[in-house]
């Protein structure tokens, strides 16, 4: 079973039993953080799931390729830790480009006299 998995069934839970003391207590940010947690824990089980189906799947040339993945998303979270500002920067960037691209042509109307 891949350690994702098991880490993200286990932060769901955790997010869970957080948001569950919110609402007794009346606190909303632990509320609202238990929510959170329970989506990461999600996406992190999701995760480790295509992992788990990809290494199947793949065998040998599916396990090296994921390795590789993990190891970029290491070396690019590493890069976000030392230069925050870059970061978002570059994304906005990139979101506004995507924004672009993605943007339907203007519709042009020509009306007679």
Same mark, same amino acid.
């Given at each position: 079973? %891949? =350690?994702? *998995? @098991?880490?993200?069934?286990?932060? =769901?839970?955790?997010?869970?039993?957080?948001? #569950?003391?919110?609402?007794?207590?009346?606190?909303?940010? #632990?509320?609202? %953080?238990? *929510?959170?947690?329970?989506?990461?824990?999600?996406?992190?089980?999701?995760?480790?799931?295509?992992?788990?189906?990809?290494? %199947?799947?793949?065998? =040998?040339?599916?396990?090296?390729? @994921?390795?590789?993945?993990?190891?970029?998303?290491?070396?690019?979270? %590493?890069?976000? =830790?030392? !230069?925050?500002?870059?970061?978002?920067?570059?994304?906005?960037?990139?979101?506004?480009?995507?924004?672009?691209?993605?943007?339907?042509?203007?519709?042009?109307?020509? !009306?007679?006299?």
């Amino acid at each position: 079973m %891949d =350690d994702n *998995k @098991l880490e993200g069934t286990a932060r =769901d839970f955790g997010g869970k039993a957080q948001e #569950m003391a919110g609402k007794l207590t009346g606190d909303s940010k #632990m509320k609202a %953080d238990g *929510k959170m947690d329970q989506a990461a824990g999600t996406a992190q089980k999701a995760f480790g799931q295509i992992k788990e189906a990809v290494r %199947d799947v793949g065998g =040998d040339y599916g396990s090296q390729l @994921l390795d590789q993945i993990e190891d970029a998303g290491d070396a690019l979270a %590493d890069q976000i =830790d030392q !230069r925050p500002i870059t970061a978002v920067l570059i994304a906005a960037g990139i979101g506004f480009l995507l924004a672009l691209a993605t943007k339907p042509a203007p519709r042009v109307v020509y !009306r007679r006299r």
